[in-house]
């Protein structure tokens, strides 16, 4: 089965540090797709972005850029000069064919990130 | 559009009570999901279908039923609460069962203790 591994449980940095949230993931589909969350304090899910696995350019979208690197299956996230309103619980989560030809979401354990001012 | 909508927003049950977490969405979607969250697990999936009359079982499915008697309405029925399943549930829905190229949409969550 599909997995994900965010190995960093919590990363704390003060603010304008920049700091990267690690994601490795195992898949045996040969096409899919990655996504990042990030979930404030108030609980709700905010999708980020998705790359699809023949896109392998970086994106950068203002503070936050991702790196997919299909070579050591990972999709990293960076957030440039961090806030204080950067601090969340960050899923990464990848998709994965069923059985049934559908495909799910598998998560990440999430990494937690706390900016201090 | 409302997007994915979640009653209650937080519930608490006694062991070996019923009850039913509401989940609504208005975009004509297809696949809806059910996941809970716990702390240091991320999301599972619970329940999942993909159209009206049509739903399976994802990784974490006992304790739960679901059906979907229209597209719009997957709720998620914990016919005798236990203390494990206190979590927080969110649903989720996304046009196309069959890609994950569809932006994922989620409700804002239910959370529940189970005493």
């Known amino acids: 089965a599909q997995k994900v591994t965010q190995a960093q449980t919590e990363i704390s940095v003060v603010e304008k540090e920049d700091v990267t949230l690690d994601c490795v993931y195992e898949t045996r589909d040969t096409t899919y797709y990655l996504f990042w969350y990030k979930q404030p304090p108030s609980g709700e899910l905010v999708f980020l972005i998705r790359r699809n696995s023949f896109d392998e350019q970086n994106e950068i979208s203002g503070r936050y850029s991702w790196n997919f690197q299909k070579s050591t299956s990972s999709f990293n996230f960076t957030i440039t000069a961090s806030q204080v309103v950067d601090s969340a619980v960050y899923f990464c989560?990848?998709?994965?064919?069923?059985?049934?030809?559908?495909?799910?979401?598998?998560f990440g354990t999430g990494t937690r990130l706390l900016v201090s001012p | 559009n409302a997007g994915v909508t979640q009653t209650p927003k937080f519930q608490v049950l006694k062991t070996g009570q019923s009850m039913t977490l509401q989940c609504a969405q208005d975009m004509n979607h297809e696949y809806m999901s059910w996941y809970r969250q716990d702390p240091g697990m991320g999301l599972r999936l619970i329940h999942y279908?993909?159209?009206?009359?049509?739903?399976d079982q994802g990784e974490v499915p006992n304790g739960y039923n679901v059906s979907r008697s229209t597209t719009e309405d997957f709720p998620l029925r914990l016919l005798s609460a236990a203390p494990s399943q206190t979590s927080v549930y969110f649903c989720?829905?996304?046009?196309?069962?069959?890609?994950?190229?569809?932006?994922?949409?989620f409700g804002p969550g239910t959370r529940l203790t189970v005493t």
């Open positions: 279908s993909v159209g009206a009359g049509i739903t």
């Open positions: 989560a990848l998709s994965e064919s069923m059985n049934t030809g559908f495909q799910k979401l598998v």
């Open positions: 989720a829905s996304r046009h196309t069962p069959t890609s994950a190229n569809d932006e994922q949409y």
